[in-house]
């Protein structure tokens, strides 16, 4: 009976099953919303940063203390995370179970949908309702930079280019349909609900891993992301017809090289200096 009630929850409501993305009908659909967004989520980063250092001493390298603020956000994050990776495992099963029928006019296997969509697709039902989901979620992921400057005064110009990158591709999904996202919101949301679960963890005063569990995580998901998006570019030239969305697949393709590669010298770095912090 809980399990049905779960399911019921999670891809059978009406709103998850009548989704549909749409500037009319979704919050936060539109480009000028997205791009005021990141502008503002910029300049207002930039500006605590420079007024954090006007207001504070240049000698005291210690911030300000929020409490059991980024505890909380921790925890709200890594319960956030762990419902929409259950969400859309749940969704895509149940989207594989009512469109199987039409896939044999393709030959098109459940591992080819997850990576690639068919042509034509579009952004409605329960997966991306889901997709959706992620997509707000992002929005709660930038506070993280605020407590950084506020607790470390440190503003670190790749975190900034990663959370805006990640949230602008989370927007492209839903906006072009876009091939990919389902396994790449799997992977991202079960990375997630480890490293903030972790952090919530430490937070707490609780021991932490004898290793750099955030970074090994984070060093995996953009390792497993990379492979993906190989499957995609194989399935794509393979495919009668190709992948839905293949355009908005390769704006994503170069963000997440960018990434990569800003987070390998971050990596590299921070096994260099301090191999054991978190």
């Excluded at 998850?16 to 749409?22: A, C, G």
């Excluded at 570019?233 to 960018?258: E, P, Q, T, Y």
Aim: proline residues 3%; glycine residues 6%; charged residues 10%.
């Amino acid at each position: 009976m809980a399990v049905q009630t779960v399911k019921y929850w999670l891809t059978e409501h009406p709103n998850i099953v009548n989704f549909r993305w749409s500037p009319t009908q979704s919050y936060a659909s539109t480009w000028f919303f997205l791009f005021t967004a990141v502008l503002f989520y910029v300049i207002a980063a930039v500006s605590l940063h420079i007024l954090l250092a006007i207001l504070l001493p240049r000698r005291s390298r210690r911030g300000l203390s929020l409490g059991p603020i980024p505890a909380l956000h921790s925890l709200a994050m890594a319960l956030i995370s762990a419902v929409i990776f259950v969400g859309i495992l749940l969704s895509a099963a149940a989207e594989i179970r009512d469109t199987r029928w039409l896939w044999r006019r393709t030959r098109t296997t459940a591992l080819q949908w997850f990576l690639c969509f068919p042509v034509g697709t579009r952004a409605s039902g329960r997966v991306f309702f889901w997709s959706y989901a992620f997509y707000l979620s992002r929005f709660l992921h930038l506070f993280r930079t605020f407590f950084a400057v506020i607790r470390r005064r440190k503003l670190s110009f790749f975190q900034l280019i990663n959370q805006s990158s990640l949230l602008c591709i989370s927007f492209l999904w839903l906006e072009y349909s876009q091939s990919f996202q389902v396994v790449a919101i799997l992977l991202t949301t079960v990375s997630y609900a480890v490293v903030y679960g972790y952090r919530f963890w430490t937070a707490i005063g609780l021991r932490g891993a004898c290793f750099p569990l955030v970074v090994n995580c984070q060093a995996v998901l953009l390792g497993c992301l990379t492979v993906c998006h190989v499957g995609v570019l194989c399935i794509h030239l393979v495919k009668r017809g190709g992948c839905n969305g293949i355009g908005a697949w390769l704006f994503n393709s170069v963000l997440n090289a960018v990434i990569s590669l800003l987070y390998l010298k971050f990596y590299v770095k921070t096994r260099s200096l301090s191999p054991r912090k978190q």
